[in-house]
Nanobody
Framework: VQLVESGGGLVQPGGSLRLSCAAS????????MAWYRQAPGKERELVAR??????????NYVDSVKGRFTIFRDNAKNAVDLQMNGLKADDTAVYYC?????????WGRGTQVTVSS
């Protein structure tokens, strides 16, 4: 299983970006999809997570992005997006896609998001 991210870049404060991540490989069921980020000199932190239970998706967010970021999941495409609005300088980081397939964790290579004027 490989995860491929796209959508990072440079944006001004207050701007928007949408990150996308698609999984390839032999996948039967993905329990959890998430986005993490790691800023320079800081530990990697969970930004948003979406878990499928039956036919219902449950999402949760770190407090600092609530109301600004939205995570989307496309089970048919084994993909997860992160819509980021109202970006702030503190959102600058490398963003990593994460998926848990059965009992195995998979990570993308990361995509840089820089918020600066």
């Amino acid at each position: 299983v490989q995860l491929v991210e796209s959508g990072g870049g440079l944006v001004q404060p207050g701007g928007s970006l949408r990150l996308s991540c698609a999984a390839s490989g032999r996948i039967f069921s993905i329990n959890t999809m998430a986005w993490y980020r790691q800023a320079p000199g800081k530990e990697r932190e969970l930004v948003a997570r979406i878990i499928r239970v039956g036919s219902t998706n449950y999402a949760n967010y770190v407090d600092s992005v609530k109301g600004r970021f939205t995570i989307f999941r496309d089970n048919a495409k084994n993909a997860v997006d992160l819509q980021m609005n109202g970006l702030k300088a503190d959102d600058t980081a490398v963003y990593y896609c994460y998926m848990r397939v059965v009992d195995t964790d998979y990570w993308g290579r990361g995509t840089q998001v820089t918020v600066s004027s």
